[in-house]
């Protein structure tokens, strides 16, 4: 069962480099419209700003990025779930994006993203 195109899902990122993460979620978006409507509507680059972002922006997923170590992406997932029960959150490896490029994070996020959306 897949979610409905016209049911928007409101994305907030947590990236230390804004311009590269609207980027990739820009072709994200673009790859799953068919399926998915995303809107991204926020990146946070610091994690003292995640609680009021996802306080102000109420999204229902939570993306952190691949510069983030283990600790610090579980600490962000931490805020969130404290701050959103419920929210779906996404972790993207520590390391990917440097060691494999910007190709291999979309095409990891699009592999997920179905799981994701659909648990």
Known sequence: MTSPANKPIK?????????????LIGRVVEDVKDRYTIIHAANVEKIDDV????????????????????????EIVAIAKDTIPGIKTFSLPHG??????????VEYIEQHLPGLLEA
Not at 11 to 23: H, Y
Not at 96 to 105: I, N, S
């Open 96 to 105: 990917l994006q440097v060691e494999k490029g910007p190709d291999a994070v």
């Open 11 to 23: 994305l907030v990122t947590v990236n230390t480099a804004p311009e590269r993460a609207k980027r």
């Open 51 to 74: 609680r009021p972002t996802l306080e102000k922006e109420q999204p229902d997923i939570l993306f952190t990025a691949s510069m983030w170590t283990a600790e610090q992406a579980q």
